[in-house]
């Protein structure tokens, strides 16, 4: 490509080709990941009137990183001294994207990898979209996890795009969306491979079609219909989130209701402004979190570990998951069980997931093609990670590991997915105890971001960090941990879940104790969480964690009852179709929210105490992503220090 008038600035460069198109590209300087900070959306305002005056016959924008643009960049977020500096940031880039929408010749946004946030707004600034067709290709409008709406029109300009399903969809939850779906949904022209991403984007910045109008429908529905499609969007959001707790999805949808999306005309509405969001606590909270979030992934940084092949010994819940998980990921697992028929339900509902998470029969098939049964255990033999997660009886894992040892690479690691024995007890069986680590899972797997990376006294430093690499390289949350009865997640859980259970034996109602835990802010209450867990895995777990010798009745009675919860259809609840079936739950005050809610506090000052997790902000972060603890609230710790309770 003949090109010529090369302009640069920090982190933008831009140039004019042989047909007269300009070709813009966003280089983050000193950074992995692009990312619109100040001075970023500074220098795209004057390169937007550099390339004016050129007066080009088309403009292209796009990425020189892996992926296309991460968003605004966070850290300004905890720079603002008040929430009108915020305001300010906000109008800086908006205008910045209505200068690049009112150029006077056709603009598209080539997009490879996430494109999020801020990315996606300026992409929507664009007369024209092209994807990468590639499962790292994802859309999504994450400021709502951030407590916050995106404010550089993406508000405005997405219903108008895709219509006001598909749009507040993405904007009430976050949720992102691959370059195929994109296209379906017309937030994106094409989706191409990469050979011909950039002809792509090329020719149709300088054939420059006419683009279709919405449906008739998706018209009403933007115009005279509008207030319908908010009031029943409320009502779904009202279903996830409390306005008290969580006012951002609200703020969506009065700032789009009330006001087009436009921040500065809602700038006085407490309902929708960006100032109000600001000064919520919710905001500081979950900015909080999400630099929690930042520093577990950080966690194995640095560490050159790039496992293929991935051996699960256990084709149950837990360790089919595991091993579906992986395989979703790109890793070949082989998946051990003492007969096939123990092995095809694992088979078949990583099918399943294939189906719902990638949505594309080529995919699925590879995927599947990754899960190798294996009832002989020979994939030990070329294995870069063995995960042992069978039922939890010392003796039987003892004996997992002696095999395992004896054919496994030497540098292979040797892990196990254990919930309540200690390692140094499961190690004893290896000749070389230091091989072993925990990777300790959450059910449902797919679902949970977290798992603890277990230590043990013997445990080598360097196996405990390739294992927090292969944690993240599935996608995952490591969070180190020290050995230690429960770890982090399930010992706090216990005394909660005790406590919980004790309280049912003395009269009250399961829905009642579910719905004060709820109005606190836990995803789940105590009694429908025992039940998604299993009641004979909580009455193991509470036995191993040897806090009392008293078992709770309602616990015991059920368990010899066959009543095991959610899997057998029968527990504290019956369920049908995988739903609890609840009755009316009495009333309620905060002396038994506090009363619930106690014990798990208290056993997480003692975690912190002890030096179980590195420090209080990781004992936060860990039972924010490994129990849900409500997020608003910033954490554990976090919320007693805003109580005054905790240093």
């Known amino acids: 490509m003949d090109r010529h008038a090369p302009a640069a600035t920090k982190h933008w460069r831009w140039e004019l080709d042989r047909d007269r198109l300009a070709w813009l590209t966003f280089d983050k300087q000193e950074e992995s990941a692009n990312t619109f900070s100040r001075d970023a959306v500074e220098e795209l305002g004057r390169a937007i009137a550099a390339i004016r005056l050129e007066n080009p016959k088309g403009l292209v924008i796009r990425s020189a990183k892996e992926n296309f643009i991460a968003g605004a960049d966070v850290e300004e977020f905890t720079r603002f001294a008040s929430p009108e500096e915020a305001l300010a940031f906000v109008k800086l880039g908006w205008d910045v994207f209505q200068e690049l929408r009112e150029l006077p010749f056709p603009t598209t946004a080539m997009v490879n990898g996430f494109c999020m946030g801020g990315g996606v707004e300026m992409s929507l600034a664009c007369r024209y979209r092209v994807a990468l067709d590639d499962p790292k290709t994802r859309f999504a409008l994450p400021e709502v996890m951030l407590g916050i709406l995106p404010a550089w029109h993406g508000v405005q300009w997405l219903p108008r795009l895709v219509g006001p399903a598909a749009a507040l969809d993405m904007l009430l939850t976050g949720k992102s969306v691959d370059a195929r779906r994109a296209k379906r949904i017309g937030l994106v022209d094409q989706a191409v491979p990469l050979r011909i991403l950039e002809n792509t984007a090329r020719m149709l910045t300088l054939e420059a079609p006419r683009r279709k109008p919405l449906p008739f429908m998706q018209r009403l529905l933007l115009g005279p ?7 029943n969007a409320r009502k779904q959001v009202a279903k996830k989130a409390r306005r008290e707790h969580y006012p951002a999805p609200y703020a969506i949808l009065e700032l789009w209701r009330k006001h087009d999306g436009d921040p500065f005309a809602a700038a006085h509405d407490p309902a929708c402004s960006i100032e109000a969001l600001f000064a919520h606590p919710t905001t500081k909270n979950l900015i909080r979190i999400f630099f929690l979030q930042e520093r577990m992934k950080a ?20 360790g089919g998951d595991i091993a579906a998980v992986c395989a979703m990921r790109g890793l070949t697992v082989t998946l051990q069980d003492t007969s096939a ?25 590879d995927a599947l093609d990754r899960m190798v049964p294996d009832v002989t255990g020979d994939g030990a033999r070329h294995a870069d990670v063995v995960i042992e997660a069978i039922y939890e009886n010392l003796e039987a894992k003892r004996k997992i590991f002696a095999q395992v040892e004896a054919i496994a690479p030497p540098e292979a690691i040797l892990a196990t997915n254990t919930s309540s024995l200690r390692l140094g007890d499961i190690a004893a069986a290896l000749k070389d105890g ?5 990777i300790h899972f959450f059910n449902p797997v797919p679902q949970l971001q977290l798992v603890e990376v277990v230590s043990a006294d013997k445990t080598a430093p360097e196996l405990a960090r390739k294992a927090a690499a292969f944690v993240r390289g599935i996608d995952k949350l490591p969070l180190p941990v020290k050995d230690s009865p429960g770890f982090l997640v399930n010992r706090v859980l216990g005394p ?26 836990m995803p789940m209450g105590p009694a429908e969480l025992a039940d998604t867990v299993g009641l004979d895995i909580c009455l193991a777990a509470g036995k191993s964690l040897g806090k009392t010798t008293e078992v709770p009745e309602i616990l015991a009675n059920k368990v010899a009852l066959g009543q095991l919860g959610k899997k057998t259809g029968q527990g504290i609840y019956t369920y049908r179709d995988g739903k609890a079936i609840k009755g009316q739950a009495d009333a309620y005050g905060t002396d038994l929210i506090e009363a619930l ?3 798990y506090l208290l056993e997480a000052q003692a975690v912190a105490a002890e030096g179980i997790v590195a420090d209080a902000d990781l004992v936060d972060a860990g ?8 997020p608003f609230r910033g954490g554990p ?10 240093p």
Do not use: C, W
């Open 434 to 438: 230091s091989r072993l680590v925990g």
């Open 637 to 646: 710790l976090h919320y007693l220090r805003s109580l005054g309770k905790a």
């Open 299 to 318: 966690v194995a940084k640095g560490v050159r570990f790039e496992p293929r092949h991935v051996h699960v010994v256990g084709a149950g819940v837990m």
């Open 496 to 521: 909660y879940m005790l406590n919980a259970f004790r309280l049912l034996d003395e009269g009250y109602k399961p829905e009642t104790l579910d719905a004060a835990m709820e109005a606190f802010g």
């Open 623 to 630: 039972l924010i992503f490994g129990t849900g603890f409500a």
């Open 225 to 231: 219909l509008r207030g319908v499609v908010v009031a």
């Open 597 to 599: 809610i106690e014990p």
């Open 341 to 365: 028929e123990r092995i095809a339900p694992a088979i078949k509902r990583a099918a399943q997931l294939f189906q719902r998470r990638m949505r594309d029969e080529r995919r699925v098939r």
